[in-house]
């Protein structure tokens, strides 16, 4: 998915881009930015993200964020009161796939293009509530689990039993992820045991304690995310297992770190700044009347410790290039 570096056009190198704008997308009225939770440090790099790029980009952008990934109906009210108002494009990262679809009516009613990164809202939802979003911007979750589980079949023997910890039940992209990491892995490794730990530290830091003394030959855990992750690193060190390897998915900091460290195997690195910064990118780009494709896969990658130092040292942007419509559609 990635291309050879070239360096990335995001910073300072998209303010290139504003002149080749048309007028009317540098005279917009501003972006509405509604996004998860800023505790958990995935959504303040993508906060970071949106208002680097609509700085650079001389778009007017206003962010709300959740109190955190449980304030469903707080994230609501918040598009809400920003629906009440004439903003020229609303970007959105729900908590939930239905929770902001009541508050996205007022928006439809007003013809304004809607960008929703991350978490995908329900088509079928918004079908029903008479809108469509303009374009999807985020992680394809199926092919990064699966980018999990080729990583993890490098790392221990084959026939290995591993240990899956999922985020919330029925969350569409933690199944995604499982979902990618068993088609990667069947007929390959044997999963000893699936459970949830609600994308919460401590919660998998508990299962994972449970799963090393109820199964003590398991070879490795993949956990959904990478916060569950370090929770589950701890309890294997805790246990002197030190042998057994584990691999998250986000790519945040302390998880990176932890694979430099040579604490965690490996995580698949999303970058919440591009997925932030794409979204501003579309935004900026359906204001200025261009058609939007329908969805945009953000690139990922896998961070091991070989290349663990280069993608901190490279962070919160990938080593390289990557393919992007919207910079494209901006800069024609």
């Not at 609303?90 to 960008?115: C, D, E, G, H, W």
């Amino acid at each position: 998915m990635m291309r050879a570096s070239v360096g990335s056009l995001l910073g300072a190198g998209l303010i290139a881009l504003t002149a080749a704008m048309p007028a009317a997308a540098q005279d917009a009225k501003g972006v509405a930015a509604v996004i998860k939770g800023l505790d958990n440090p995935f959504f303040q790099y993508m906060q970071r993200g949106i208002d680097e790029t609509a700085k650079a980009l001389v778009v007017p952008v206003t962010v709300q964020a959740a109190q955190n990934m449980g304030d469903q109906s707080g994230q609501a009210d918040r598009l809400s009161a920003m629906a009440l108002q004439d903003y020229g494009c609303y970007l959105l990262n729900p908590i939930s796939t239905t929770n902001l679809v009541r508050a996205l009516v007022p928006v439809a009613q007003k013809n304004k293009p809607i960008v929703n990164i991350d978490s995908q809202i329900d088509g079928e939802q918004a079908k029903a509530a008479g809108f469509a979003v303009s374009t999807y911007i985020g992680t394809d979750n199926v092919a990064a689990g699966r980018l999990a589980g080729e990583e993890m079949l490098k790392l221990v023997p084959a026939r290995s039993k591993v240990a899956l910890i999922a985020g919330i039940v029925g969350d569409l992209g933690s199944n995604a992820r499982i979902q990618g990491f068993k088609e990667a892995t069947d007929g390959k490794l044997e999963v000893a045991t699936l459970v949830s730990a609600d994308w919460d530290r401590e919660k998998a830091f508990t299962a994972a304690t449970d799963i090393l003394q109820a199964h003590p030959d398991v070879a490795g855990f993949f956990a959904a995310n990478d916060i569950m992750a370090l929770g589950v690193q701890r309890a294997v060190a805790g246990a002197g297992k030190t042998e057994v390897k584990v691999i998250g998915l986000d790519g945040i900091v302390d998880a990176m770190k932890s694979v430099a460290e040579g604490g965690m195997a490996a995580t698949v690195a999303q970058y919440p700044y591009v997925v932030g910064a794409m979204g501003v990118e579309a935004c900026a780009a359906a204001i200025a009347g261009k058609t939007l494709p329908a969805k945009v896969d953000a690139p990922v990658l896998v961070v091991n410790k070989a290349n663990a130092k280069a993608s901190l040292d490279n962070f919160p942007r990938p080593g390289g290039d990557y393919p992007d419509p919207f910079r494209d559609l901006l800069a024609k």
